[in-house]
C-alpha cells in the first residue's frame, strides 16, 4: 500500500522542524530525520515555506494540494519512511482506524528508540555474532515465522468483509515461508527431522502464544500487530547486512535474502495499514486497548532478540534446544 493511498489527513508528528542546511531541506525530530538532497534547487525555498505554513496551520496538517507541483507526494512518501508523519482525525469523539494505527506506529517508534538506547543497537547491529547464535537465530526465526502463519489462520473466522479479504490474501501469500527459512538451516547440516526435536526459547515461545490469543480473543489488535511482527517495508536489508558482517554463509543469507524480497513485494510490511485502512471507528477504549496490546508484543519481540544473543553464546547451552537432550537433563535450558 502506498503511503498517499493510507494517509487522508497526514500531519507533520508534533515538534518536528523544518530547516535549510547546506542548500538541502531537513525535517526532523530528535533522532528521526529526512534530508531532501534530490529535491531541485529552485524548489527548496518554495517547499520550506510550504511545510513551514502547514506547520503554522491547521496543526502542522500537511496539505498535499498545495504543494508546489510535483513534489506533495514524493515528500509524504520519505517523511513517512522517517515516521515523521502521523494520520489526523476528525472532531467526533474516537478516530478513523487509519487514525489510531498510525498513532501505534508512532508509539512503536518512541519505544524502539528509547531500547536503541538500552543497548540492544549493539546486539542487532553488532559485528560479533559467532555460528552458534547464527545456527541459534534460524532456528528461532523459523519457529517465529512458522508460529505466526498457524496463530493468524483463526482470526479469518472473526473478521468479515474487506478485512477477512485482505487476511485470507495474506495467509495464502505467507504460506510455507518457513520452508524458505528451513534452507538456513539445511546450511548447517539441520534438516526437518531436527526443526521436529528442537524447543524455541521461551521469549519465542511468548511472541508465538501472544499472537494466537490475539486471534482468538482480539482480532482487530492482531491485525495492529503484523507490521511488528513483518516489518517495516524494507526493513529487512538493516538485518540482511548484519547476517553479511558477521560472515554468515551465502546460502543462509539468501534464504533470509528471499524471504524478506517475496514479503517486500507483496507488501506485507504494510498489512496492517491495509486492514486499518477499511475500520472505519475505533473508539478510545478501542485505541487505548489496542495500542497496550501491540506495545506489549514489541518489548517481548524485542526481548527475543535479547535472549537469543545471549543464550547462544553460552557454550554451556544446548545448540539447538533438542527435546530428547531437555529429556535427558532435566535442568537444562534457560532458566
Known amino acids: 500500500m502506498k503511503t498517499e493511498e493510507f494517509f487522508t489527513r497526514p500531519h507533520l508528528i ?24 534530490g529535491l531541485p534547487p529552485q524548489h527548496v525555498q518554495p ?16 496539505d498535499i494540494a ?3 507541483k510535483g513534489v506533495g507526494i514524493p515528500i509524504l512518501r520519505a517523511l513517512d519512511s522517517a515516521g515523521l508523519v502521523v494520520e489526523g482525525h476528525g472532531p467526533q469523539h474516537g478516530r478513523s482506524g487509519i487514525a489510531v494505527l498510525s498513532r501505534i506506529e508512532q508509539r512503536v517508534l518512541e ?22 547464535q547464527l545456527i541459534g537465530n534460524a532456528f528461532e526465526y523459523y519457529f517465529i515465522t512458522l508460529g505466526a502463519y498457524d496463530a493468524i489462520s483463526p482470526a479469518l473466522a472473526r473478521v468479515s468483509g474487506e478485512l477477512q479479504a485482505i487476511m485470507a490474501a495474506f495467509v495464502i501469500e505467507e504460506y510455507r515461508h518457513d520452508r524458505i527459512l528451513l534452507r538456513a538451516l539445511e546450511v548447517y547440516g539441520y534438516g526437518e527431522h531436527d526443526v521436529a526435536d528442537v524447543v524455541p526459547l521461551p521469549y519465542t515461545s511468548a511472541v508465538i502464544n501472544e499472537l494466537f490469543y490475539l486471534a482468538h480473543v482480539d482480532p482487530l489488535a492482531l491485525l495492529a500487530c503484523l507490521f511488528v511482527v513483518e516489518g ?3 526493513a529487512g536489508e538493516g538485518y540482511l547486512q548484519m547476517l553479511q558482517r558477521n560472515g554468515a554463509p551465502t546460502a543462509y543469507i539468501e534464504s533470509h535474502r528471499e524471504h524478506d524480497r517475496i514479503n517486500n513485494n507483496r507488501e506485507h510490511g504494510t498489512i496492517s495499514r491495509q486492514c486499518f485502512k477499511h475500520v472505519e471507528y475505533l473508539s478510545e477504549e478501542d485505541e487505548a486497548r ?17 535472549q537469543l544473543y545471549t ?17 535427558a537433563r532435566p535442568h537444562a535450558g534457560v532458566h
Open 290 to 306: 489496542i495500542t497496550q496490546r501491540v506495545l506489549m508484543l514489541h518489548r517481548v519481540a524485542s526481548a527475543r532478540v535479547g
Open 111 to 132: 519505544q524502539v528508540e528509547r531500547m536503541m538506547q538500552s543497548g540492544i543497537a549493539d546486539i542487532i547491529d553488532g559485528d560479533h555474532w559467532n555460528e552458534r
Open 311 to 327: 543464550y547462544y553464546a553460552d557454550e554451556n547451552n544446548p545448540c539447538p534446544r533438542r527435546v530428547s537432550d531437555l529429556q
Open 14 to 37: 508534533e515538534d518536528a522542524q523544518v530547516r535549510i542546511e547546506d542548500s538541502v531541506l531537513k525535517i526532523f525530530r530528535d533522532s528521526r530525520a529526512v534530508r531532501l538532497k
Open 47 to 62: 517547499v520550506h515555506d510550504w511545510l513551514q505554513n502547514c506547520a503554522s496551520t491547521g496543526g502542522m496538517r500537511l
Open 232 to 234: 517495516r517495508q524494507q
Open 66 to 68: 498545495s504543494a508546489p
